[in-house]
């Protein structure tokens, strides 16, 4: 009998546990004046003036304004009080609904680093026809350049034409150039040549896998200091570049990538679309749709840059 309600005792205190790193959605959206939720077929939305979330229950996705993002853990439905992660709420949700609460922690952004992938003998993804990834990412690195200026917003770029350059050495660059904002540019591969898409990648928040899943550490690292900002700005570089290319939405996702994970300032990864899809990787070929997806990466640095002045 002791053995059971000792059993019993460090159960209820686990359950306490794992309960109190839960938040109620409800009361946490109802704080930035959301009414209550409205549950149907699996999916609870709140709406605000300006501003819709729809989660998916017993799902990491969550639609921001419609926009796919990715959340660290599941979501939990319950009768009438859907639950998240506290870290989620915090690090995910607040960031999006309130940006500018958190601009005090960084200066007004001066100078944009931007990280063209691969290079010199690092091709990276080869598709059937056409140039391969590290000369398409240069391409559009050289024209997201261009339209920055054009913003009358500064940049540098980790390299402005063909030439290997290590995974390390990237987020370096951040330090001694003086970096606010840190944008790899790549394009995607997969044994499925169906899939098709962009997605943008920050770095796990510390204690959380990848959204892909694998067993790979979990532990805090240098990108983690910028958690909160890092969210609002994959955002909206994910947002824009779907309004300028009409491509289809795979979200925000998460990474421990080393250009992010050693990144000192807010970083993102973006994978363009994928050269293993014949259509997509036709368009990509294309210059005209090179200059959309420039674009959209511009018109998400410049809204995330305005944040500081809102």
């Not at 992660?85 to 922690?105: F, G, H, S």
């Not at 674009?295 to 995330?304: E, F, H, S, W």
Request: net charge positive.
């Amino acid at each position: 009998m002791k053995l059971f309600f000792a059993g019993l005792n460090i159960f209820l205190l686990s359950a306490a546990v794992i309960a109190s790193d839960r938040v109620s959605i409800n009361e946490f959206t109802g704080r930035y004046g959301f009414p209550a939720g409205k549950g149907k077929g699996g999916v609870i939305v709140y709406r605000s003036a300006y501003t819709e979330l729809e989660f998916k229950g017993d799902s990491r996705m969550m639609r921001y304004n419609g926009c796919l993002i990715w959340l660290c853990a599941g979501v939990n439905a319950g009768l009438g009080d859907w639950q998240m992660t506290r870290t989620d709420a915090e690090k995910v949700l607040a960031p999006l609904l309130r940006a500018k609460d958190y601009t005090v922690r960084k200066r007004k952004p001066r100078l944009i680093l931007i990280d063209p992938g691969h290079g010199g003998a690092q091709a990276g993804a080869k598709p059937r026809r056409g140039r391969h990834e590290k000369d398409l990412a240069l391409d559009v690195g050289l024209r997201l350049r261009d339209e920055l200026a054009r913003l009358g917003i500064r940049s540098a770029m980790t390299r402005d034409r063909d030439l290997s350059l290590s995974l390390p050495a990237r987020p370096r660059k951040i330090g001694a150039l003086g970096a606010d904002v840190f944008v790899s540019i790549h394009m995607n591969s997969a044994g499925n040549t169906e899939a098709n898409g962009i997605e943008t990648y920050i770095v796990p928040a510390a204690g959380y896998p990848s959204t892909s899943g694998g067993k790979g550490s979990t532990k805090r690292v240098v990108g983690n200091s910028n958690d909160e900002l890092n969210s609002v700005l994959a955002y909206l570089i994910q947002r824009d570049m779907l309004r300028a290319t009409s491509a289809a939405d795979r979200g925000v996702k998460r990474a421990r990538f080393d250009v992010l994970a050693g990144a000192t300032c807010p970083a993102v990864l973006v994978e363009c679309g994928f050269l293993s899809n014949t259509a997509e990787n036709g368009r990509i070929q294309t210059e005209k749709y090179r200059q959309s997806l420039a674009i959209g990466l511009a018109r998400g640095i410049k809204n995330y840059v305005a944040i500081w002045d809102q």
